[in-house]
């Protein structure tokens, strides 16, 4: 028989065709082209008290201490709940903007490619053909 090729460890690779690093940045650029009208938008309804009062600015605490805090309570739900990373990319789009909309727009459309990135890169991992994977991360 023949012998088994005890070095390889990890999943198997799957072949890159040519244009594959062509193919990410495109729909890295589609999934900001996608959300890029939100640019220019306002905060809207629990926003601005979530985003900028509570949360990202009006408070006394340090940036660390959204680890410590949860969301207050604003009348959407009973009990407030706790999201310290996305309270801190609040805080930091805060630091960054002063409250202005556009930080928070951006970091969301960011969000968004990477999101699309990854669901590419799980699609690929998975052994889907290239095409297929990027047709699914483009209509992500």
Known sequence: GQALDHEASGPPTVDTPPWWNRARIAIALLAALAYTPSLWNQLLSDDAPVLVQHIAGESSHPALDVFKHKYPDIGATDAP?????????????????????????????????????????????FSLPAAQAAWAAARR
Do not use: E, K, M, W
Not at 96 to 115: E, F, M, R, S
């Open 81 to 125: 709940y706790y999201r310290p990373l996305t309270a801190l990319s609040f805080y930091l789009d805060r630091a960054i903007g002063g409250g202005a909309p556009l930080p928070y727009h951006v970091t969301n459309i960011l969000l968004h490619i990477l999101a699309t990135l990854a669901l590419l890169s799980v699609a690929r991992r």
